[in-house]
């Protein structure tokens, strides 16, 4: 390989030197509340298990069912020979739940989002995009020709002055893009500020809701309808692996003629296989299971301010918010070393959360970062608090 192994080897070691080294724990058995680990069972907090459906009883049923029904696979991409029934049924009842005329299924959000802005916007077009947007939007506008900008996180003062710039250039489309919660902090975008700021300058609206389809507002319908701007929004792309089952797959759903345009243009959409059958029976009954969760999101809600409440008086510092996502927060120089050594510790007790730290997060803002979900229990909530105050001790004490 002409050295090229020996470079390769010295990148890596690199990437440990700067203890950036992402290492994969094997879960013994099924996503859940409580998963197996080589170490023994753990509480699971790192999740996007929202709703607790990963391991529903009625989603593996209807998946096992369809696999007799739909067979295995499709090999085949969708305009071809690559949808059923189902593929299609999905599709409306995406469309339908979120509110919005039409659906597209793709592979995976990520897809979604790499294949949404090229067919929409060319040079003469601009977009316009938080700055913590997800790495599939900063990918997916990165292949499009349209001029690029960027405003700070959530800030609606940029946004403005974006706009102006954009419009300013004589930009013929302009699309805002944002995530609907962002992942890191638990924080949402103020959506209805962005959609009147999008009326005034003429411009499309997107809101990526992986984070939020099927828990957040009062139906699950995500951050248009937490925000009351459901039919405001232009384009609302998510994913089936968080909230709605956690399997696999993406979709987009948008006004009539964008969706019918992406069917004949989205490259991801026209060159990748169908979703497999028993994903897509799965995704259907998590789909009615979602919009049937009053009781699950009810109890996601009081999950979470159990939790911040109970955090807070331990005296541990959370970023602000109501998301199920909660930043626990180790500022500082030695803040990612703590948090790192935090979430081995909590492991010992039982727990499994993860740290992040730079890159991932800015320097000197690490974190770990504890997800709630509907299957949890209030002594769950209660047991991961535990292995906080417990870890704190221990690190405390191992460093005295
Ligand atoms: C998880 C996530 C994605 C990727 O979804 P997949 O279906 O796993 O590809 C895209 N965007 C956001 C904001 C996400 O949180």
Request: charged share 25%; proline share 3%.
């Amino acid at each position: 390989m002409y050295g090229i192994r020996e470079e390769l080897a010295a990148e890596l070691e690199g990437i440990r030197a700067a203890g950036l080294w992402k290492a994969e724990r094997e879960l013994i058995g099924p996503q859940g509340a409580s998963v197996g680990t080589a170490g023994g069972d753990a509480l699971n907090f790192c999740a996007n298990n929202y709703l607790g459906l990963a391991d529903h009883p009625e989603i593996i049923a209807a998946a096992q069912s369809a696999m007799d029904e739909f067979g295995y696979g499709m090999a085949s991409v969708r305009f071809i020979c690559g949808t059923q029934t189902q593929h299609t049924a999905l599709e409306r009842e995406i469309a339908e739940f979120l509110g919005m005329d039409a659906a597209i299924l793709y592979s995976s959000c990520f897809d979604a989002n790499g294949g949404l802005f090229e067919v929409l916007l060319g040079p003469e077009d601009a977009v316009i995009s938080d700055e913590l947007n997800h790495a599939s939007i900063i990918d997916g506008v990165r292949l499009c020709k349209a001029v690029r900008y960027r405003y700070r996180n959530r800030d609606m003062a940029d946004l403005e002055a974006q706009l102006v710039t954009a419009r300013g250039a004589g930009a013929r489309r302009v699309l805002v893009v944002t995530d609907g919660v962002f992942s890191m902090d638990g924080s949402f975008t103020p959506l209805d500020a962005i959609c009147s700021l999008a009326e005034r300058f003429g411009a499309l609206v997107m809101v990526d809701d992986s984070h939020a389809t099927g828990f957040v507002g009062p139906r699950g319908r995500g951050t248009p309808e937490q925000f009351g701007v459901v039919d405001r929004v232009d384009i609302v792309s998510g994913t089936l692996g968080k909230a709605l089952g956690g399997a696999s797959g993406g979709f987009i759903a948008a006004r009539s003629e964008i969706v019918e345009l992406l069917r004949q243009r989205s490259r991801p959409y026209l060159f990748s296989n169908a979703v497999a059958p028993a994903v897509v029976a799965g995704s259907r009954v998590a789909l009615r299971l979602a919009a049937e969760a009053d009781e699950g999101r009810a109890r996601l809600r009081e999950n979470a301010a159990l939790f911040r409440s109970l955090m807070e008086s331990a005296g541990f510092d959370i970023l602000p918010g109501e998301h199920p996502i909660h930043a626990v927060m180790f500022p500082g120089e030695d803040g990612a070393r703590l948090a790192k050594a935090m979430s081995e510790e909590m492991l010992r007790h039982g727990v499994y959360v993860i740290a992040f730290s730079f890159p991932v997060v800015p320097r000197g803002r690490a974190r770990i970062r504890v997800q709630l979900s509907a299957a949890h229990s209030a002594d769950d909530v209660r047991a991961c608090v535990d292995a906080f105050v417990a870890a704190r001790e221990a690190v405390a004490g191992a460093e005295a």
